[in-house]
């Protein structure tokens, strides 16, 4: 028999604001059993009277990191967790977790061939466990890796330091951002939604062998696993995320 | 109900099920209400042509039968409003159907004497496992309509199974055949960690749950 996935308490050590509407938080959770890039963990929250909620979050954090978990999480206006978890939450207080979950949508340095990576918003959380964790593996294990992420606008990008250092650090990750909304003077990335022609452009330097993750909300992620097949990749080699309606 | 760590400051917002009994009564454990249809899958969206798009029911049985697309449409197909809870703690009530049930889809061949499980396959490689006692008498069905219309790619199109007592994995998008077999095989996502059986109101998300 398979022994439940335990409930644990995680301890707040640390918040960090990601955007105006995104932020980390640094768990530490002295048992826990480590993860894969890409995986997900349950949060409960209690009310006193026993009123209870769930909802997965993604990893942010590479597994190299013993007890400790970033989630990043942005700030859903009619949500039950995120607004707790960026209004009321603090460094010390504790929460109900458990995990990790997933065993499809992950990625470590042992797969063979390059890594392709699209993300729209959010999206980027469980790519950037991957991109971590590639860059905390000795420099010659570090396949070649591009990131294709769509954001809104300038102020919305996710991680956009943290990602601009690692595609500086000259190890073969490329990251290319595309704003959909608005761009600040001089910007010199792509302007538009991701299309099979920005797909193309970005898939052609990382490589046709590359294994492709894609997350974000369904219409990124059905235009882009359907014009990554069109491009020659292997349908078992594009996995995919989703969140938000289905917009239809 | 087994202890729980009170969050601290943690209220809720209560809205759970809009705020009516009668939701709240027909929202599994852990799960919360929504009016969206969000889409999961875990891979790209494959698209087989309705000219070679077949329905097949194999394994355990007499003699295997396959439908094509136009016989499928044509079995005996009728309405379904069911809730609908994926193990990403959505809930959806009230969903409108069209298709066919198991039932009768099961009318068409003759069981074998062993037969207990079924393995639901897809276009894309996609698998499924349900007891056969879980996909009986009203049970299941393979829809091609949503909301009055045919049902989108995303969404399972052209057929899909509905299985609305089960978490919603097990009801296998792009669907192409059922396989009876005596013996339980995992399918896709019981094979990577998710609960085997996956009852909502037990809260049977993963492996040991």
């Known amino acids: 028999m398979t022994s ?11 918040i960090r604001d990601e955007t105006p509407t995104v932020k980390s938080f640094a768990l530490s959770i002295p048992d826990w059993p480590s993860h894969r890039p890409g995986q997900h963990v ?3 929250l209690t009310a006193a009277d026993g009123y209870s909620v769930e909802r997965s979050y993604s990893i942010a954090s590479e597994p190299e990191r013993a007890g400790l978990v970033d989630l990043t999480v942005e700030r859903i206006e009619d949500g039950e967790v995120s607004t707790f978890l960026h209004d009321i939450a603090e460094v010390g207080d504790r929460i109900e977790l458990r995990g990790p979950i997933g065993g499809y949508f992950v990625w470590d340095i042992a797969a063979a061939g390059p890594l392709y990576l699209v993300a729209g918003g959010s999206g980027v959380v469980p790519l950037m466990a991957m991109l971590r964790h590639r860059a905390g593996a ?5 396949p070649r890796a591009g990131l294709l992420f769509s954001s809104r606008h300038a102020e919305e990008i996710i991680y956009r330091a943290e990602l601009h250092r ?14 959909t909304r608005s761009r600040p003077d001089g910007w010199a990335g792509y302007d538009r939604r991701i299309d099979e022609r920005m797909l193309a452009e970005t898939l052609e330097p990382v490589g046709i062998g590359a294994r492709a993750f894609i997350c974000g909300p369904t219409a990124l992620v059905e235009t882009a696993a359907n014009a990554l097949v069109r491009l020659g990749l292997p349908p078992d080699r594009v996995r995919t995320e989703r969140f938000g309606p289905s917009g239809t | 109900m087994v202890d729980r760590f009170v969050t601290r400051g943690f209220t809720g917002r209560r809205d759970r099920g809009g ?3 009668d939701a709240a009564r027909r929202t599994p454990p852990g799960q919360y209400l929504t009016t969206d249809f969000p889409v999961l899958s875990a891979g790209p969206t494959p698209r087989t042509p309705l000219d070679r798009w077949t329905f097949t029911i194999e394994g355990l049985v007499r003699e295997p039968v396959t439908w094509s697309w136009d016989a499928f449409r044509a079995l005996p197909a009728r309405d379904w409003t069911v809730d609908i809870s994926c193990v990403t703690k959505w809930t959806k009530l009230d969903m409108r159907w069209r298709g066919v049930s198991v039932d009768t889809l099961l009318e068409g061949v003759e069981l074998g004497d062993r037969a207990a499980f079924v393995i639901a396959w897809s276009d894309g490689d996609y698998t499924t496992n349900l007891p056969l006692g879980d996909v009986l008498n009203g049970a299941a069905f393979v829809a091609w309509e949503y909301d009055g219309r045919p049902l989108s790619p995303e969404h399972g199109g052209p057929a899909r199974l ?7 994995w097990k ?21 990577l960690g998710y609960h085997n059986r996956g009852d909502q109101w037990l809260e049977e998300r993963y492996g040991g749950d």
């Not at chain 2, 509905?162 to 919603?168: K, L």
């Open chain 1, 138 to 142: 000795a420099a010659e294990r570090r």
């Open chain 2, 171 to 191: 009801s296998a998008k792009w669907i192409r055949g059922l396989r009876i077999t005596d013996r339980d095989e995992p399918g896709f996502w019981e094979s």
């Open chain 1, 166 to 179: 690692l595609a500086g650090a000259g190890d073969g990750l490329t990251v290319w951002h595309t704003l």
């Open chain 1, 42 to 44: 349950d949060l409960r």
């Open chain 2, 162 to 168: 509905v299985v609305p007592a089960r978490y919603f």
């Open chain 2, 19 to 21: 705020g009516t009994a």
């Open chain 1, 4 to 14: 439940p996935i335990a409930w644990r308490l995680a301890t707040i050590v640390g």
